[in-house]
């Protein structure tokens, strides 16, 4: 028989307290499990419907195929052609003009004056404007006015400047992060600023640079809004010879088939989205391979 | 002696060289930002000058491509904003679980497997998710509530918000472990439980990180366009009803896009107006974004 002392309520208390507040604990951990598992089970549910809707309807001749009325005879070779072409050049412009940007910021402009604080603020802003108003920006400036019209160049030029801010801000942290002693000895030897940077700070921040800039130019290839809005079309049944040809690529060519009522066309728009992931996929692995080769051989 | 000073005379040119080329490069950024501006702001300009602006903001009827023309854009623009509540409805409490689970409870074996997996979810297109939010969420939406239309702006809203659920949880788990470990076990020392630790420690702590996640994440969600154009119609009706057909601004945008709009009439001035609302409304976030991390971040 316990006795029902002060001391004991208090115990009792106590204990309860602490079981309370344990079981708190434990559904609040439910809840944010679940929450994180949402977003699993969606991006899990999300693979099976595009594999479920366009597995059955991928085959080569869906990816030698040119674009038809007929969802049977049709393929994606002229929308595959324009996102190479597209990527390519995106990629030829973007890379340099991002990482020179980059280096200017970190190695050459003094920081805190109001020529870098500006162009810091300038680059976290362009960062957040939406995709499709820098497509009015091609429209108005490469398409209109620079007469590039509804070209691989314009659409190509107006995705650099997209992912520009992205590369620049990866390159600004992978050049940050080379250690100040590599700089000084290299200096130290006499080189210019421009071999220490070469030699010594470019190698180093490479995988860095890499990762961020391929991982900025995927996301060029997924971009449809932007390209609609310089004009790239919606049927293209040639493949573009020259950056001045049109064009139309993955994304566009998958929402035109989205957008059309005819089940059959829902499928397809599938089996090119598995052939776009599919893409992203191999750009991606290639980025962490490339960040796992270089960061082995640096440590 | 000559030849070596020829040499250093050519190394100082070609470094001043390069400096100059690179900060031509950095100048890029700048000319974008001003091209941006210019760009839309000069047509919108033309554009208020054949309708009015009382009439562009009040109006409630949207038909710039139909006679008769009206320009009242607050179809649109509730039409941005629903999709803007909805996404935010799903993406705040996910995105916020997520970051409190993998910043304060897994174990690192588990963060290390939902990070890249949440970092895919971020990965894929948009034009993805718009094909998504047709085929599947329209679909079960329609099961549950049969007045559902085909296209409709709960089943996009819900795809956006999925979308930004990735970006929600990496910037608000920044900002949580960006809190010393010391404060976290200061509070375990006075006996907190988990739960107390990341509610009334942690959180509070990355209250700042967390606001400016959620403001950038809703600006996000309003120049979402592929999501949008797919999956919620091209009616730009006033509705507030999210199961009805309806039309945002970047909807339009790209819609009349499609067509092949001429240089100089209404309708391509129409979109550069369209434009320029969406540029400032989400400029004017991520500055907010900006101040509130800036005015309330505490310093450790």
């Known amino acids: 028989m316990e006795v029902r002392t002060e001391q004991n309520i208090y115990k009792q208390k106590k204990s309860r307290n602490i079981r309370i507040r344990k079981a708190k604990n434990i559904i609040f951990y439910s809840i944010i499990l679940g929450a994180t598992g949402f977003g699993i089970l969606v991006l899990g549910l999300l693979l099976y419907q595009i594999l479920k809707t366009g597995l059955a309807w991928l085959s080569i001749d869906f990816i030698m195929n040119m674009p038809s009325r007929f969802p049977q005879k049709a393929g994606i070779k002229s929308a595959l052609a324009g996102s190479i072409w597209v990527i390519s050049l995106t990629a030829l412009f973007s890379f340099p003009l991002g990482v020179g940007t980059a280096l200017y910021l970190e190695e050459y402009s003094q920081k805190g004056t109001w020529l870098n604080k500006l162009l810091q603020l300038n680059i976290s802003n362009l960062a957040g404007v939406p995709s499709i108003v820098y497509g009015m920006l091609g429209l108005a400036v490469f398409v209109k006015m620079l007469q590039f019209e509804r070209s691989i160049l314009s659409g190509a030029l107006t995705l650099t400047l997209l992912i520009l801010p992205v590369i620049i801000v990866a390159s600004q942290e992978a050049i940050r992060s080379v250690p100040e002693t590599l700089k000084q000895g290299s200096f130290a030897l006499g080189v210019t600023k421009w071999q220490t940077i070469t030699g010594v700070v470019l190698p180093y921040a490479l995988p860095g640079i890499l990762t961020g800039s391929i991982l900025a130019i995927s996301r060029a290839m997924g971009e449809a809004a932007p390209l609609i809005m310089v004009g790239a079309a919606g049927y293209v049944a040639f493949l573009p010879s020259s950056p001045l040809d049109s064009f139309t690529v993955l994304p566009i060519q998958i929402f035109n088939w989205t957008s059309r009522p005819q089940e059959e066309f829902k499928n397809i728009a599938a089996a090119g989205i598995i052939v776009l992931m599919a893409l992203l996929l191999f750009a991606n692995g290639a980025a ?7 960061q082995n051989r640096m440590d | 002696m000559k030849n070596e000073q020829k040499r250093k ?10 400096e100059t080329i690179l900060r031509f490069f950095a100048g890029i950024s700048i000319l974008t930002t001003i091209a941006i501006v210019w760009t839309l702001f000069s047509e919108t300009i033309i554009f208020f000058k054949e309708v009015s602006i009382t009439e562009f903001f009040t109006g409630t009827k949207w038909t710039p491509t139909l006679e008769p023309r009206h320009f009242g854009i607050l179809p649109l623009f509730v039409g941005t904003m629903m999709i803007a509540i909805g996404a935010s409805i799903i993406a705040l409490p996910f995105g916020l679980g997520s970051a409190i689970y993998l910043s304060e409870y897994a174990p690192k074996r588990v963060r290390k497997i939902i990070k890249p997996l949440l970092e895919i979810l971020a990965g894929i297109p948009s034009i993805v998710y718009g094909f998504f939010a047709l085929t599947f969420i329209t679909p079960i939406l329609q099961k549950f ?5 085909v296209f409709n702006a709960a089943s996009a809203s819900i795809a956006v918000g999925i979308m930004i659920i990735p970006m929600v949880a990496s910037l608000s788990e920044d900002a ?3 809190i010393p470990d010391s404060i976290r076990q200061g509070a375990y020392a006075l006996g907190s439980t988990k739960f107390e630790v990341a509610t009334k420690v942690i959180v509070p702590a990355a209250l700042s990180g967390i606001g400016s996640a959620f403001v950038l994440a809703v600006s996000r969600a309003i120049g979402e366009t592929m999501i949008v154009a797919i999956a919620a119609g091209q009616s730009p009706v006033l509705t507030f009803n ?5 039309q945002t601004m970047t909807g339009f945008m790209v819609n009349i896009s499609l067509g092949d709009i001429q240089h100089g009439t209404i309708e391509y001035k129409t979109v550069f107006a369209v ?13 907010i974004a900006k101040m509130i991390v800036n005015r309330y971040r505490e310093e450790y």
Not at chain 2, 242 to 246: D, G, H, R
């Open chain 1, 288 to 294: 962490v391979m490339l960040r796992n080769k270089y």
């Open chain 2, 9 to 18: 005379d050519r190394g100082r040119i070609g470094e001043f060289t390069i």
């Open chain 2, 145 to 149: 509530l049969p007045q559902t239309q």
């Open chain 2, 176 to 178: 949580m472990m960006a």
């Open chain 2, 242 to 246: 999210p199961l009805k057909s309806i």
């Open chain 2, 275 to 287: 434009g320029a609302m969406l540029f400032v409304i989400t400029f004017v976030m991520n500055i």
